[in-house]
């Protein structure tokens, strides 16, 4: 079996002189789901927007379900891929559920109009995205964590295989991230997305991903199970801050130290080279 | 439940709008400083020339007028919807901004080339029109880009420089221009409809109607070219294809409006906006009922303008002028303060 996103020696930077990502290759299994994780800068939306096709890359290949990315005409790859950014407020006073309907457009005809088919795959996003409730509400009106469960509602809507996240939780509280987590969780494992999420949040990409892909600044990459992949040397070293390492039943958990927290004088790091008293 | 938009649904509830459309119209025919009996208008043209005043008054005067004011409105009206979408600025209007100036520039032009009103040079002085909307709409966008979309006011006051520019321009020209039709072109410059042949107008509602109903194909996509670029790629919208095919025909109908009845302003701000209040944003509906509600505000705009200071006439600007000012002054000073809202 092969994979449903394969990435293959990939260099990308915005000018020519510039490098983000130098020969990064990996592979997604279809059904899987997949964090991107690394400091600012380390190109992870730059890669979001590589495998959806935004951006181009310099050198290397990326294939979606078998094919070649630059294959796809536009509406072609709205079919497979589908993207949530940062939850935001449109210009215009749109429903939830016509933002939502919007989904569609790689499926309508001229002029636009959805059908029976169309109208299903909305109430069942809206449903089990828990939105449905609030439908007919403007998104100016939603809270943050409302906003985000709607587009991701849409993305769920469009029916791809992949689903692309941009940092779905950066704006939300403890409840509304885990929530944010559980929903795509269900969408995985329920109808079998394969779901590749950049994200700041170490710990609830241990919990929730199977495979992670760590970007580090200077370009570059480990790419492995969650578990393998963050090990404190591991995020010390690409984060370049202190951290400690706790265990809570089988999973690692981190938490970063900075130079006034308290008590962090009592842990002992790798960072500090030992010098630490 | 909410109910998405169905086809069916929007056919009746344009069907609606058109039939309040066609009152108004014959209500507006009927006014006037001549009394019009309808019974007499139904009785026909008389065997000879002169006879059946009524019918030709209603039939030659005034239903021209009348259907030549409706086209421009929901001509205008239709420019506004789309420049709103793409330019994501809830503040657009092909006046506002400019474009209308720089269609009218385009008809001065052709003037200069020695174009005069009438048929024959109809499409001359159309493309001249085009040409300017066109190469003013590609210059605010140029303009919009390069200040950056944090600011619903930048591309406003890039419209009103543009706009001031070609007004100090076509000024210019008008008067080094031939003095014998300065009088004429400063009506026409502050907004103006006259009676027009035939012939002129069915052309013009042709090329109108054909525009209108390329955007409404375009309408789905505009929905979400408001979210923004990136957004419209993910969702499988060619955002550079459908903003160069929403931009073509919203320079097509400015201009044709132009060259019919000079710059009348804020019909493409008002109507929208009164428009998605009432039935909402989505832009498959927007766009037609904003065609016909533009056009029963600017019959109904005329009517007032031609009679309420008979006689004499107003140029039909000045009403669509003293309606829009204050309501474009009201919306400015609310979305000024939800400039977050512009991302």
């Known amino acids: ?87 935001f407020v449109p210009v215009f006073d749109f429903t939830v559920r016509e933002c939502v309907s919007m989904a569609r457009t790689p499926y309508l005809g001229t002029f636009g109009f959805e059908g029976k088919d169309d109208k299903k795959f909305v109430n069942d996003a809206l449903a089990i995205t828990d939105t449905a409730r609030f439908a007919h509400r403007p998104l100016a009106q939603l809270s943050g964590g409302e906003r985000q469960r709607v587009f991701i509602a849409r993305a769920l809507a469009q029916n791809t295989a992949i689903l692309l996240l941009d940092e779905p939780t950066s704006f939300l509280d403890l409840k509304h991230q885990v929530g944010i987590y559980d929903l795509l969780k269900t969408a995985q494992l329920e109808k079998g997305k394969t779901i590749v999420a950049v994200t700041h949040d170490i710990n609830l990409t241990i919990q929730y991903a199977d495979e992670v892909l760590l970007l580090g600044a200077d370009s570059s990459y480990q790419h492995g199970r969650a578990k393998d992949v963050f090990s404190l040397d591991q995020i010390e070293k690409v984060f370049g801050v202190r951290t400690f390492a706790g265990k809570v039943g089988g999973e690692n958990f981190f938490l970063p130290l900075g130079k006034f927290a308290k008590d962090s004088r009592q842990i002992t790091s790798k960072l500090d080279g030992g010098q630490q008293e | 439940m ?118 024959f040079w109809g499409g001359a002085i159309a493309v001249f029109a085009f040409t300017g909307a066109s190469l003013t709409v590609w210059l605010v966008w140029c303009i919009g880009r390069f200040t950056g979309k944090s600011q619903v006011t930048n591309l406003l006051l890039a419209g009103v420089v543009v706009n001031a520019f070609f007004s100090a321009v076509i000024m210019f020209l008008t008067s080094i221009a031939n003095s014998e039709q300065l009088r004429s072109t400063i009506y026409w410059l502050m907004g103006n409809i006259t009676e027009k042949d035939w012939l002129v107008l069915w052309v013009s509602a042709g090329c109108i109607l054909a525009g209108i109903i390329g955007l409404f194909n375009i309408c789905h996509k505009l929905n979400i070219l408001t979210f923004g670029q990136e957004e419209a790629k993910a969702l499988g919208v060619d955002a550079a294809k459908t903003r160069l095919v929403a931009f073509g025909f919203a320079a097509f109908i400015t201009a044709i409006a132009v060259s019919l009845s000079g710059l009348i302003g804020f019909v493409g701000l008002v109507i929208p906006h009164g428009v998605r209040l009432v039935f909402g944003p989505d832009h498959r509906q927007l766009l037609p009922l ?31 002028a003293i309606v829009g000012g204050p309501f474009f002054l009201v919306l400015l000073a609310k979305y000024s303060r939800k400039v977050s809202w512009l991302k």
Not at chain 1, 12 to 36: D, R
Not at chain 2, 35 to 59: R, T
Request: glycine share 10%; hydrophobic share 50%.
């Open chain 1, 1 to 87: 079996m092969s994979g449903i996103i394969e990435v293959e020696n990939l260099s990308f930077g915005y000018t020519p002189e510039e490098t983000i990502l130098k020969a990064l290759s990996f592979e997604v299994m279809p059904g899987t789901f997949v964090g991107i994780a690394g400091p600012n800068g380390a190109g992870k939306t730059t890669l979001l927007n590589l495998l959806c096709g935004l951006l181009t890359p310099k050198a290397g290949s990326i294939e979606i379900d078998t094919a070649h990315i630059e294959s796809y005409s536009i509406r072609k790859l709205a079919q497979k891929v589908s993207v949530v950014r940062h939850e």
């Open chain 2, 290 to 320: 904003s065609a016909i509600i533009g056009s029963i505000f600017l019959v109904i705009a005329d009517t007032l303008a031609r009679t309420i200071v008979a006689p004499a006439q107003l140029p039909v600007g000045v009403i669509t």
């Open chain 2, 2 to 119: 909410v109910k998405n938009l169905t086809a069916k649904n929007l056919a009746i509830k344009v069907f609606i709008c058109l039939a309040v459309l066609a009152v108004v119209m014959c209500l507006c025919a009927m006014v006037g400083t001549q009394k019009v009996s309808l019974e007499k208008v139904f009785a026909g043209p008389g065997e000879e020339a002169g006879q059946a005043i009524d019918y030709e008054i209603f039939v030659g005067v005034r239903l021209p007028r009348v259907i030549l004011a409706a086209l421009v409105g929901a001509a205008l009206a239709c420019a506004g919807v789309v420049l709103q979408a793409i330019l994501r600025n809830p503040l657009a209007d092909p006046y506002i901004l400019g474009i209308s100036s720089g269609a009218g520039l385009g008809v001065i032009t052709a003037f200069l080339f020695g174009a005069t009103w009438g048929f």
